[in-house]
Structures are given as C-alpha cells and as structure tokens.
Nanobody, 125 residues
Framework: QVQLVESGGGLVQAGGSLRLSCAAS????????MGWFRQAPGKEREFVAA??????????GYRDSVKGRFTISGDNAKNTLFLQMNMLLPEDTAVYYC????????????????WGQGTQVTVSS
C-alpha cells in the first residue's frame, strides 16, 4: 500500500510559479513510477508528467503543453515527489493529482494504482 498526500496548490496569476509536493508513505518510494495528473471542471483527467527511477537512469516525460514550463522531480530519501510549475497559464487551472504505479513508466492514468486526493491550482488571467 502507498498513501499519497499532495500540497502546494493555490491561486496564482498567469506567468507565476507554484511548486506542488506529494508525500508518499508505505512502500519504498523509488520502486514506483510516480506521476502527476490533472482534471479541470468538465474535462477528463489528463497526464501531466511522470518519473521512473527503475529505468537504467531516470526517465521523465511530460505532456506537450507543459514541456519547458513544468519539471517533475523527487527526493527519494524523503519519499517526496515534486512538480515545479513555471510560466503558469489560465489553462493550467485544475485539480492536480499525484499517482503511483508499481511498474515502468506510463502516461496512462488507468495504469496507476495509488492516488492522492488532489490539490487545487487556479491561475488567473
């Protein structure tokens, strides 16, 4: 079992930055692929970024619309996942979820086993 708790959301103006955190407890953090997803009102949950430490090295991936603006990282010693979000846009407004899967890299939400409760990010224009 893995428990995930997100924090760091809030209200920010367009062009601003936020850093989301996801504290994981339970099994060893680094044996999972960790991901960030988001869901805006009336829309489906969508992939944002993921990181896989089980690769030979570390594999990261991003949805196209956040490449160059968002960075996923983690502190394995503290079992904490981060999402640094810069140059935020109103279309980034959503509830952001942290997720974990006991396997290799994936951008498919349905393949993730564990989910946090989400943190709201609101970007004003």
């Amino acid at each position: 079992q893995v428990q995930l708790v997100e924090s760091g959301g809030g209200l920010v103006q367009a062009g601003g930055s936020l850093r989301l955190s996801c504290a994981a407890s339970g099994r060893t953090f680094s044996t999972y692929t960790m991901g960030w997803f988001r869901q805006a009102p009336g829309k489906e949950r969508e992939f944002v970024a993921a990181i896989d430490w089980n690769w030979s090295g570390t594999k990261t991936g991003y949805r196209d619309s956040v490449k160059g603006r968002f960075t996923i990282s983690g502190d394995n010693a503290k079992n904490t996942l981060f999402l640094q979000m810069n140059m935020l846009l109103p279309e980034d407004t959503a509830v952001y979820y942290c997720a974990a899967r006991p396997g290799s890299y994936s951008a498919y939400a349905g393949s993730y086993t564990y989910w946090g409760q989400g943190t709201q990010v609101t970007v004003s224009s």
